[in-house]
């Protein structure tokens, strides 16, 4: 049985665990989100939220991790009561990483493709329809996608066979100081366009009229919604870094820290886009579309937009990369747990296996797109996405949740034990009745209503 690997700093900690938070689900679906409801009203209303629902969840998943020195494939067994069923939700965790990673490795080739597109100048003097041409003429090359698909996982799964501190930790920490600096140039570029303050004002200051003409109801259902999917929680991704950090530092005060990175990498992608579109003359709730059309013809009409443009992509891989990286130290670490294999063995063998997982995500786009499991116009990324985000999400929160609360399971003293061991912020204990009732009907609520907005509503 080899040692359990440790990270060499905290930092290591942090930054890998909002690596593995900070997402495509911050820089792409939280600005067109904000776009389409309403601007600074939103964030206010979604940063309420991340705390009293990602918050509590995230230090929860960690202690399971913590205390059990496992990731979720065998951390239930080690804590749950003799007899009882709570390991079921290990094999839940493991479907929900492989299902993320097969449609998460084609978005992030997607994203170094996109690299090399800007780099070389394929939207210079391109007319809108052409550049939003190109995108679909992308999705239309199966082996072109598969190719860097392909190259995406590889990569990922390279560093990942370097060691947790060696490979996992050391790259993560590179990639996301570079994630801060290039966020912070574009940054500093978008806000002195000409004609950016328009964009930074809706994004910065609230308007709650325009929450209302939403509907305000839709307002915090996609605010509660976003704060919830940021945090990738529920799946067990977080829980396997709590398994290798000491217990010097209570689980709540750096559960903290990467809640804020996440928020920053999100609200500063915003400050990138609004003020761009506004300067531009842009609808900044374009939906998906934003990353790949919208932007690429807004770098297009900015002075060395190839050169910005090209750093808005890198950034993007990095988003991609620090996530895929995470995920895939988890699936190494179910197959370690599980099979008592080494790392090396465990890399190979998971490498072949997403490789062939991922392909009917790409072959969706093209070969297969007659096949539409979510009815017209449905892609299987979207039937991917679903099962991830509006089932195992959720329903994994919720166990987690009843887990740490419940007297049949490992039980609040338990939790609270392992959450505030160390130095630092701990778990507050009056929020005992709100973790153990409310958060659970909240956690149900997003549950249903995800069902209701996709099946029910017109």
């Known amino acids: 049985m080899e040692k359990r690997e440790r990270f060499s700093s905290r930092l290591g900690f942090i930054l890998i665990s909002a690596g593995c938070a900070v997402g495509l689900g911050n820089v792409w679906r939280f600005p067109y989100i904000t776009g389409q409801y309403g601007g600074a009203a939103f964030v206010l209303i979604y940063l309420l939220f991340l705390i009293i629902l990602g918050l509590p969840i995230m230090v929860m998943e960690f ?5 059990s020195q ?30 993320l990673m097969m449609f998460y490795t084609t978005v992030g080739g997607w994203m170094i493709a996109y690299v090399f597109k800007m780099l070389f100048g394929e939207f210079e003097g391109q007319s809108a329809e052409n550049v939003s041409a190109v995108f679909n003429s992308m999705l239309g090359q199966p082996g072109y996608m598969t190719g860097w698909m392909i190259a995406v ?35 500093v570029r978008s806000v002195t366009l000409p004609g950016a303050m328009e964009g930074i004002r809706f994004y910065l200051i609230p308007d709650f009229s325009r929450m209302v003409e939403q509907g305000l109801g839709e307002v915090i ?53 609004f ?26 009409q900015m002075t ?12 993007m891989t990095f988003a991609a990369l620090s ?9 190494i670490s179910f197959s370690i747990d599980l099979f008592g294999v080494s790392r090396k063995k465990a890399v190979w063998m998971n490498a072949i296996a997403v490789i062939v997982l991922s392909l009917p ?43 740490c609360t419940q007297k049949k399971a490992w039980g609040w003293d338990n939790f609270i034990a392992e959450a505030d061991a160390g130095k630092g912020l701990k778990f507050p204990k009056w929020t005992r009745f709100y973790v153990t009732w409310i958060l659970p009907l909240i956690v149900l609520f997003i549950f249903v209503m995800g069902y209701y907005q996709k099946f029910f509503q017109k």
């Open 63 to 67: 202690s399971v991790g913590r205390a």
């Open 70 to 99: 496992k990731s979720a494939a065998r951390s239930f067994h080690v804590l749950e009561p003799k007899g009882s069923k709570w390991h079921l939700q290990g094999y839940a965790c493991m479907a929900g990483n492989y299902l």
């Open 153 to 187: 996982v590889l990569l990922s799964f390279f560093i990942c066979s370097l060691g947790l501190q060696n490979g996992v930790e050391r790259i993560t920490k590179v990639m996301m100081s570079c994630l801060f600096v290039i966020l912070l140039i574009l940054c």
């Open 221 to 273: 259902f996609a605010a509660m919604g976003q704060a919830f999917f940021t945090l990738s929680l529920g799946i067990g991704a977080m829980a396997i870094f709590g398994s290798y950090i000491s217990k010097d530092r209570s689980l709540t005060g750096e559960s903290v820290n990467i809640c804020l990175l996440d928020t920053m990498v999100a609200l500063l992608a915003g400050l990138i886009i």
């Open 275 to 300: 003020p761009s579109c506004s300067a531009f003359g842009v609808d900044p709730g374009q939906g998906p579309g934003l990353v790949f059309i919208t932007l690429p013809n807004i770098f297009n």
């Open 304 to 315: 060395g937009g190839r050169i910005f443009g090209t750093l808005f992509f890198v950034f």
């Open 323 to 331: 996530t895929i990286i995470a995920v895939f130290e988890n699936i």
């Open 361 to 403: 995500c790409v072959l969706g786009f093209n070969a297969w797109s007659s096949f539409a499991p979510l009815g017209s116009g449905s892609t299987i990324q979207d039937l991917e996405d679903f099962i991830v985000s509006n089932n195992l999400l959720p329903l994994g929160s919720m166990v987690y949740l009843l887990f």
